[in-house]
Structure formats: structure tokens, C-alpha cells
């Protein structure tokens, strides 16, 4: 029998569907509320309660530490499957063929030209300019070069705009990069899988030999498996409101990649590195830091640590610290950065606060420390974050418009003036 929420405002009883999905999570469906209720509304600053979709790609249970892509789990995924196959998941529900993947691999190789006016707009951007507003911008401006990809009406459009943006991105993003170091740009090279040819744009030299690394390979891959997709997280959220106006994927992907710039959120593997060099620094001294973040007049908080939904741990840094420890100890690199993130986490998870206030190290306490093992520069990091998690908001962008989800515009309660008459300047 389907379960049923009673509201009761001023003595008068409303009814609300409960809905349960499919691990047997609960949600009040209030969709008729304003209507019944004569206009009352709900509020819940940052949606700590609010479901604002249903779907079928990523579940994950906050207490118990579990994550799944369209129901395969994240531990099982970064062991065994490679990051297109990952993407292929997300994106169309199921894990691709042979055949699928290679053709979705191939179709993605066709489309990986830039047009080359788009270096004039990288160009225009000084070279200190952060890598994730340069990126942000330039997939916004992408949507000129490529039109058609705005009005997808039909899968097969919607297709085609998936394809392009998974060719293209990791394009800009090694070209981010190589502005920065003053490399010449260029394209890659269509004989090598999706990571490598990443790995290869981001990192080979005009005058040196590229050197293939399978174990730097398979470090990335992983990584960014990890980061394919994790529900209605804030840059995911800004990437459904967006596409919800009917804006278009990629100005849409634009918005999303904004949002994971902050030190909140993907902004946090940068913010970890820099917090740990500057405790490095300051002579190692951890017990200050977990008191200063303990601190409440101190606006210092211990990056990498807590999540808005991981209450127990978060399955993913369970796996990235392994994973660092394997890369580092392959690739023979000793960073005391990584002692000093191992001496943090372990007073953290013996202190009261933290305990108490059930806040574990996140994905990103330990990636930062990979990609700086793999010669990744930190202002690069979230940009390596966007490149893992886009497939995951091109999932989500795509669920919402097959379900031709609604505009998403939330209500508020005014807090403001009452009405008062307009005063003219000069009795002001
Ligand atoms: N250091 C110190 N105290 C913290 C931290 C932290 N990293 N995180 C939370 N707290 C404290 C808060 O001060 C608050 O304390 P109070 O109850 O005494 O007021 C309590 O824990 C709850 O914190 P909220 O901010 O309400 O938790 P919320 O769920 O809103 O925030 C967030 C989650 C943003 C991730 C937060 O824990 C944080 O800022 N962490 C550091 C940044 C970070 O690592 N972000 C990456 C997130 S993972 C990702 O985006 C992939």
C-alpha cells in the first residue's frame, strides 16, 4: 500500500503521496502543495532536504559509505572498467558492447577538431588567467563554432552534441594548460584511447619524444572514474537548472563547470595541496591546523574534509588513497606532503569535533596528491576534476531533457520591506 504524509497548517489536514525509488528511499511528493494549501511554501537553504528530480543514473547512501553508477558499484567500476566505457554508462544506462564502444569511441575521434579560430578567443586571455574560467569560457564560446548542438529536439541531435563535447573538451582543457606553460597547442593523436591521448595533449614536448606510461594511464583513468558522477552535487544541479531553460548543452556544461570552481566544492583538491604545503611550510606542526579549524572565530576550515552527503566516508577516498600510495610508491616519488596528509586525517579522526560532526576525508583530500605525483599542475586539478565529471553532467542534462523536466525555478519566502510609497530624491 503506498504510504501517504499528512501536513497539518491551522488545523486543516493535506494529504502527500510518499514516492519510494528503487534502494527504498522515501521522498514526500509535494508538487500539489501551493495549489492545496492556498500558496504555502517550503524552505531549505543549500536543499538539504530537497529532492529535486527523480533518476536513474547514480545512487549513493551517505551513511553507509556506498556508490553506484546506473547500479554497478564505484569500487568494482574503478577496478575493472576504463573511463569511456564509464562515460558510455553514465550517459546511455547501460555498459556498451564491443561494438558500441568502439563506435562511440570512433565517433568521438571524428569530431575531435577545434576550430581554429577558437585559439584566437584562447588567445585573449592573459596567461596567469585560472584554468577553469578559461575553460568555463571557452565551451561557452564553442557553442558559436558549433550551433546546431543548441536546439536538440531529437536523440540523434542530442547525440551528436554528446559527441562533439566529449571530443572537444579535453582538447581545451590541455590547451588551458599548455598556454600557461607556453607550449605550442595541438590536437593529439586519434590512434590512442580517450586517457591517453589526454595524457598526451596535456604533456608531450615539440622537441622530445612522448613517452607512453601505463601506470600513469591507468592512475588517471581511475581518477577520473571516481569522478564521473555524483548526483544532484552543486555544479550537477547548476548543469539541470540550466539546461531546464532549454539553453543548450554545452552552455549548460559552461555553468556547471563554474560552479565546481569553488573551493566548496571540485575548487577543494587545489585548496587541500596549497593547505598542506602551507602546513609543510609552517614546519609540519598539524595540531595547530586541526585547532585552528576546530576554531570558530577562525574562518580556516580543514580542506578535503566533510560532505554534504558522506556522513561515515566517502567510498571513493577509501580507493584514492590506496591509489596514491600504489602511484607514488611505482613511480618512486617520496612527497612529505602525503605524511603530512596521512598525520592530518589520523588526529582528525581521533578528535571529538570531527567525530562528532562526522567529517572524513573526501575524494579530494587525496587526489590532489596524485596529480602532483603525475606532474599535474595544482591550478589544473579541478579542471582534471571536470574532465572526470563530464560525463556524468552530460548524463544528468540528458535525463532532464528526455523526462522534459519543468523550468527549475525555486520559491522564497520574502523577508523584505512591507510596502512603502516611493520618496522623491530631494525629501529623501
Ligand atoms: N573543517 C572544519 N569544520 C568543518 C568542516 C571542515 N572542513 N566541514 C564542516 N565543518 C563543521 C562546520 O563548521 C559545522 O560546524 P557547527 O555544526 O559547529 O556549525 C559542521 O561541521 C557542519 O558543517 P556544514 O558546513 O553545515 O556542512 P555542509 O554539509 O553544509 O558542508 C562541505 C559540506 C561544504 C563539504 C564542508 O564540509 C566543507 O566546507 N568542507 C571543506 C571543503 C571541501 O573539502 N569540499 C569538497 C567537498 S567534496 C566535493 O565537492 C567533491
Given at each position: 500500500m503506498s504510504k501517504i504524509a499528512t501536513l497539518e497548517i491551522d488545523g486543516n489536514k493535506y494529504e502527500f503521496p510518499i514516492i519510494e525509488g528503487t534502494?527504498?528511499?522515501?521522498?514526500?511528493?509535494?508538487?500539489?502543495?501551493?495549489?492545496?494549501?492556498?500558496?504555502?511554501?517550503?524552505?531549505?537553504?543549500?536543499?538539504?532536504?530537497?529532492?529535486?528530480?527523480?533518476?536513474?543514473?547514480?545512487?549513493?547512501?551517505?551513511?553507509?559509505?556506498?556508490?553506484?553508477?546506473?547500479?554497478?558499484?564505484?569500487?568494482?567500476?574503478?577496478?575493472?572498467?576504463?573511463?569511456?566505457?564509464?562515460?558510455?554508462?553514465?550517459?546511455?544506462?547501460?555498459?556498451?558492447?564491443?561494438v558500441e564502444l568502439e563506435k562511440f569511441d570512433s565517433d568521438i575521434k571524428e569530431e575531435s577538431h577545434v576550430d581554429e579560430d577558437m585559439k584566437k578567443i584562447l588567445d585573449g586571455f592573459p596567461k596567469s588567467a585560472h584554468p577553469m574560467g578559461v575553460l568555463s569560457s571557452l565551451t561557452s564560446a564553442l557553442i558559436a563554432f558549433n550551433p546546431g548542438s543548441v536546439d536538440v529536439d531529437s536523440e540523434e541531435e542530442m547525440y551528436n552534441a554528446i559527441v562533439k563535447i566529449l571530443a572537444k573538451f579535453p582538447v581545451l582543457a590541455a590547451w588551458t594548460m599548455r598556454k600557461r606553460k607556453s607550449l605550442p597547442l595541438d590536437y593529439g593523436d586519434n590512434s590512442l584511447g580517450y586517457v591517453e591521448n589526454l595524457h598526451k595533449m596535456m604533456f608531450a614536448r615539440p622537441n622530445k619524444a612522448y613517452e607512453p606510461n601505463k601506470l600513469v594511464y591507468d592512475a588517471l583513468d581511475k581518477l577520473l572514474i571516481l569522478h564521473a558522477d555524483h548526483e544532484q552535487n552543486c555544479s550537477t544541479s547548476t548543469v539541470r537548472i540550466v539546461g531546464s531553460s532549454h539553453a543548450g548543452l554545452f552552455a549548460s556544461l559552461s555553468a556547471g563547470m563554474s560552479a565546481l570552481w569553488g573551493p566548496l566544492h571540485g575548487g577543494a583538491n587545489?585548496?587541500?595541496?596549497?593547505?598542506?604545503?602551507?602546513?609543510?611550510?609552517?614546519?609540519?606542526?598539524?595540531?595547530?591546523?586541526?585547532?585552528?579549524?576546530?576554531?570558530?572565530?577562525?574562518?580556516?576550515?580543514?580542506?578535503?574534509?566533510?560532505?554534504?552527503?558522506?556522513?561515515?566516508?566517502?567510498?571513493?577516498?577509501?580507493?584514492?588513497?590506496?591509489?596514491?600510495?600504489?602511484?607514488?610508491?611505482?613511480?618512486?616519488?617520496?612527497?612529505?606532503?602525503?605524511?603530512?596528509?596521512?598525520?592530518?586525517?589520523?588526529?582528525a579522526l581521533e578528535d571529538e569535533y570531527f567525530v562528532k560532526r562526522k567529517l572524513y576525508p573526501n575524494v579530494d583530500f587525496y587526489s590532489g596528491i596524485i596529480y602532483r605525483a603525475l606532474g599535474i599542475p595544482t591550478e589544473m586539478f579541478t579542471v582534471m576534476f571536470a574532465l572526470g565529471r563530464l560525463p556524468g553532467w552530460i548524463a544528468q542534462w540528458k535525463e532532464m531533457r528526455l523526462r522534459k523536466e519543468p523550468i527549475g525555478r525555486p520559491r522564497q519566502i520574502y523577508v523584505g520591506e512591507n510596502y512603502r510609497p516611493f520618496v522623491k530624491v530631494e525629501n529623501r
Open positions: 534502494e527504498k528511499e522515501l521522498g514526500i511528493d509535494i508538487k500539489t502543495l501551493r495549489g492545496a494549501t492556498g500558496g504555502v511554501t517550503t524552505i531549505d537553504p543549500g536543499y538539504k532536504n530537497t529532492g529535486s528530480c527523480e533518476s536513474g543514473i547514480t545512487f549513493l547512501d551517505g551513511e553507509k559509505g556506498i556508490l553506484r553508477y546506473r547500479g554497478y558499484s564505484i569500487e568494482e567500476l574503478a577496478e575493472k572498467a576504463d573511463f569511456l566505457e564509464v562515460a558510455y554508462l553514465l550517459i546511455f544506462g547501460e555498459l556498451p558492447t564491443k587545489q585548496a587541500v595541496i596549497e593547505m598542506l604545503e602551507a602546513i609543510k611550510a609552517d614546519g609540519g606542526d598539524t595540531a595547530k591546523y586541526i585547532a585552528k579549524a576546530k576554531d570558530k572565530s577562525d574562518p580556516f576550515r580543514l580542506m578535503g574534509f566533510g560532505h554534504r552527503v558522506y556522513k561515515n566516508f566517502d567510498p571513493r577516498a577509501n580507493i584514492i588513497k590506496k591509489s596514491a600510495e600504489e602511484v607514488l610508491g611505482d613511480l618512486g616519488i617520496e612527497d612529505p606532503v602525503l605524511d603530512i596528509a596521512k598525520g592530518l586525517a589520523k588526529v
